[in-house]
């Protein structure tokens, strides 16, 4: 049996194609990949190792490479709120019962952020600043649509949200 699997499904939105990646597997740590960001190659190594470490902890979080310009008060936040570069125990993923789904929590992106606050607010975390992980940005992707809020100044609010994350706000 394979170590590594590719799932294809209809696009549903990130919460559902990770829940259904997770539900798929039966490792007991998980990590996540979108099709539009990259795994450097340490990535894997260095998450087991760190959790291997730590067996106390539930998940691990990495550095990220960002190629883009973000307002320097954004770099922390999308580092903790991503979960490309995030390695999670099996059972914290199911305890926190996986992405929630629903638009909402699509329109604003938030399906990651929900996840990793949750992942912090009930579990003990091992962090490294190693980056491990490039969060790319391509014409379209979640990245894109959020430059102008990325740009901003973090407390800018409501006016750097796009339409849609002010609608659904």
């Known amino acids: 049996r394979p170590h590594v699997s590719l799932l294809r499904q209809a696009n549903q939105g990130p919460g559902a194609a990770r829940n259904k990646g997770a539900a798929a597997g039966s490792a007991p740590v998980i990590l996540y990949l979108d099709g539009d960001d990259l795994m450097l190659a340490q990535h894997i190594a260095v998450c087991l190792d760190l959790l291997d470490q730590n067996l106390k902890a539930g998940f691990v979080k990495t550095g990220v490479k960002l190629n883009e310009s973000v307002h320097p008060g954004w770099k922390t936040n999308i580092t903790n709120s991503i979960v490309i570069n995030c390695a999670v125990r099996r059972r914290v993923h199911n305890f926190i019962g996986g ?25 003990t975390q091992v962090r490294t600043k190693l980056e491990t992980v490039h969060h790319l940005v391509y014409p379209g992707n979640a990245f ?10 973090p407390e800018a609010g409501l006016e750097a949200m796009s339409e849609a994350e002010q609608a659904a706000h």
Do not use: C, M, N, V
Not at 104 to 115: I, N, T, V
Not at 144 to 153: C, E
């Open 99 to 123: 992405f929630f789904e629903e638009a909402p929590f699509q329109a604003l992106h938030a399906e990651d952020a929900l996840y990793s606050g949750l992942l912090i607010a009930f579990f």
């Open 144 to 153: 894109d649509r959020q430059r102008a809020k990325f740009t901003a100044p």
